[in-house]
């Protein structure tokens, strides 16, 4: 698999949660959170998307995907553990759910509470993104690519992005790692 954005080609193993390989004894012994993405580069080992991305960033350091000002690297970072714990986190109880069980067996509740946080988030977002094309110093970087996966599942989220969120959307939804990565409706 090509990483695009970083012209670098990886090997990819697909792992289907559907059949919960993620939650077998081998990926476990990878990965004892169970969750995905994992990077395993010789023997070193390394989960969470936010890990693997700087990692990446910093073996392949062209082209940047991070501002070289200081105060740039920090906002990049601000943004990506904003979309950890404000959109991210929130999705477990909402993409899996929406995905692949049928309605009656949702949790509204918690679906709902996990929606307004991330309701919320957008908004906080859209007044950032007002006027810009990018999250940080208006160039695309690390912080606009963690929230790729996410935007994806808008539709599904049954979520309206604020104007500025939507246009920015659909701009990280059209560069072709995006487009090279969808996933399956």
């Keep these: 698999m090509q990483v695009l954005e970083k012209g670098v080609s990886i090997d990819e193993v ?29 023997d070193f080992v390394l989960f969470e998307s936010s890990a693997i991305m700087e990692y990446l960033e910093r073996v392949f350091p062209a082209p940047p995907l991070v501002p070289p000002s200081a105060q740039g690297r920090a906002q990049v970072s601000m943004h990506i553990k904003l979309c950890d714990l404000e959109f991210g986190a929130q999705t477990g109880a909402l993409i899996f759910p929406r995905r692949f069980l049928p309605r009656e067996r949702w949790n509204l509740p918690v ?63 059209a560069r072709p790692s995006a487009l090279a990565t969808r996933p399956n409706a």
């Design 14 to 42: 697909v792992v289907d949660m559907v059949k919960r390989e993620h939650k077998s004894d081998a990926y476990r012994a990878l990965n004892p959170y169970g969750r995905v993405p994992t990077l395993v580069d010789g």
């Design 111 to 173: 679906q709902q509470a996990a929606l307004d946080v991330i309701a919320k988030h957008l908004e906080v977002l859209d007044r950032q993104l007002a006027g810009k094309q990018y999250l940080v110093e208006d160039r695309y970087s690390l912080a606009d690519l963690a929230y790729t996966p996410f935007i994806e599942f808008l539709g599904l989220l049954e979520l309206v992005a604020p104007s500025h969120v939507a246009a920015w959307a659909e701009r990280l939804s």
